[in-house]
């Protein structure tokens, strides 16, 4: 099966700019989730969706932080502004939410903000 | 607040050894524990999951305790090689039952020397 897929892999942006990620997951995975992982720390939950519906955003800085996942498929994940300590990788995740499935990792897009 | 604390960022160990990684929690009730494994560049893919009524879990060289009453799990990689170099991490449901909502500790970085 194929993994879960993300685009951009490398992003550079100034401060106050806006940048967008997408992610597409393992297909039949009804469940997607956004993580940011800072360097040297665990990755952060953002936002989960389930289906295109949200199951939790409480995590997502929604002044300047917005996603969506159209049709219940593909995800976008933008940024608007852009801040200095938004740099981190942010990581797309899918799973089949089918009792404790495990979480399918795409490999991240590294976002460094200047 | 709710708190994951891998004990160690670094773990050195000689090739052919037993390495032996610690996840605590604090303020956490989990139904269950997962393992994954992190290289560079690359998203976390799972390993190992364990339930509180389950004491161990073994996989090839892999092996998990989970102590509810100490709130601790221990992952074990027995005959390490240089390839099991990695970050390994901890992750626990803290989202409440129904919506599977991983959080992850801030991760081991495993080295094995040959």
């Known amino acids: 099966e194929a993994g879960v897929a993300q685009s951009p892999r490398y992003k550079i942006i100034e401060k106050r700019q806006s940048v967008a990620f997408w992610c597409n997951p393992i297909?039949?995975?009804?469940?997607l989730y956004w993580y940011q992982q800072i360097l040297g720390q665990g990755p952060k939950l953002l936002i989960q969706f389930q289906n295109n519906g949200v199951v939790d955003d409480s995590q997502l800085p929604k002044d300047r932080f917005s996603a969506e996942r159209l049709k219940g498929v593909d995800s976008t994940l933008k940024i608007q502004p852009a801040k200095l300590e938004d740099s981190a990788v942010y990581l797309c995740?899918?799973?089949?939410?089918?009792?404790?499935?495990?979480?399918?990792f795409g490999n991240g897009t590294r976002l460094t903000v200047t | 607040s709710q708190k994951i604390e891998q004990n160690s960022e670094a773990l050195n160990i000689q090739e052919g050894k037993t390495a032996t990684l610690t996840c605590n929690y604090t303020?956490?009730?989990?139904?269950?524990l997962q393992w994954y494994r992190q290289d560079p560049g690359r998203g976390p893919v799972f390993l190992l999951l364990?339930?509180?009524?389950?004491k161990e879990k073994r996989k090839e060289r892999l092996k998990v305790t989970f102590d509810t009453t100490l709130k601790q799990s221990l992952f074990h990689i027995t005959a390490s090689q240089p390839a099991d170099s990695a970050t390994y991490l901890c992750?626990?449901?803290?989202?409440?039952?129904?919506?599977?909502?991983?959080?992850f500790g801030k991760g081991t970085k495993l080295s094995v020397i040959p």
């Open positions: 364990i339930r509180e009524n389950e």
């Open positions: 297909s039949g995975h009804a469940t």
């Open positions: 303020n956490y009730s989990p139904a269950y």
């Open positions: 992750a626990l449901d803290g989202s409440g039952a129904g919506s599977y909502q991983l959080t």
């Open positions: 995740a899918s799973s089949s939410g089918q009792g404790l499935s495990p979480l399918h």
